[in-house]
């Protein structure tokens, strides 16, 4: 199955970009080449593949903020790539909404490994063919309401634009009110036990959260991870 999937390449080195695009190949995946990230928004403008494999260092606009725009958008699967093996340059890829991190130089059959469970995870969370999977009609929360088969967020009435992983988080999170979640666990839930990366994500994807929902009752819990506070009546008091 995996011919219905393409992998967008987007880097300047046209050595490291062919070489990639060689080993996708040969596990039947259709590639786009690009060199520059200004090539590969015309790309998602027009025909947008089902995961991005993102060079940091482009000539023009960076990976960063192309990173960043698409995320603005949707939530397609990005890898990153770099020759920076930085912590802080790991971590702003996560915080921009990367799902994975490689530094060059890195094993192509290690990278088509990590592909092919962004989109297992991918269709994982969205079900077959990009619908959602079987879930319940509504979800209700004092001010929060969730319709997981639309996969439509509203927040005292005013419907919130989030991402799939945003959605997820917070399904977790309302279906299971007042429970406290380890950044293990909700890596689990929403990236999937294979889950690479690190643990960050999770604290990154919920400041996205809170940004979107500023009242949204997500505490820490010191020591341990994450919980949704609800004394059942409404949850941004």
Same mark, same amino acid.
């Not at 989109?119 to 319940?136: A, C, D, F, T, V």
């Given at each position: 199955? =995996? @011919?219905? !999937? ?6 300047? *080195?046209? =050595? ?10 040969? +596990? @039947? !995946? ?5 060199? #520059? ?8 403008? #027009? #025909?947008?593949? *089902? ?25 397609? &699967? /990005?890898?990153?790539? %770099? ?16 799902? *994975? !991190? ?7 059959? +290690?990278?088509?490994?990590? /592909? ?6 991918? !269709? ?10 079987? %879930? ?6 004092? =001010?929060?309401?969730?319709? &997981? ?14 991402? #799939? ?10 279906? @299971?009110? @007042? ?15 294979? $889950? ?6 999770? *604290? ?14 997500? +505490? ?9 506070? $609800?004394?059942?009546?409404? &949850?941004?008091?």
């Amino acid at each position: 199955m =995996n @011919n219905q !999937y393409t992998i967008a390449v987007v880097d300047d *080195d046209t =050595n490291i970009r062919l070489l990639v695009e060689a080993f996708l190949q040969k +596990e @039947n !995946y259709r590639t786009v080449g690009l060199g #520059s990230a200004e090539e590969a928004w015309e790309l998602w403008q #027009s #025909s947008p593949p *089902d995961l991005w494999v993102l060079d940091i260092m482009l000539p023009g606009m960076d990976g960063y903020e192309f990173c960043r725009r698409i995320r603005s958008e949707a939530e397609v &699967p /990005i890898i990153m790539i %770099s020759a920076r093996d930085n912590e802080v340059d790991k971590i702003l890829g996560l915080e921009l909404g990367s799902d *994975d !991190y490689m530094v060059k130089p890195f094993s192509p059959r +290690e990278l088509v490994a990590r /592909i092919k469970r962004q989109l297992q995870r991918w !269709y994982k969370l969205n079900g077959p063919e990009g619908q959602p999977s079987s %879930s319940p009609v509504r979800i209700e929360l004092g =001010n929060l309401q969730l319709l &997981p088969e639309e996969r439509r967020a509203f927040w005292a009435g005013e419907e919130v634009d989030l991402t #799939s992983k945003e959605f997820a988080m917070l399904q977790v999170f309302a279906e @299971n009110p @007042n429970r406290a979640f380890t950044r293990d666990d909700l890596l689990n839930f929403v990236w999937g036990e294979d $889950y690479f990366g690190s643990d960050r994500a999770v *604290d990154h994807l919920i400041k996205r959260v809170r940004k979107k929902i500023g009242r949204l009752p997500i +505490e820490a819990v010191w020591g341990h991870g994450y919980r949704m506070r $609800y004394e059942g009546g409404d &949850p941004s008091q």
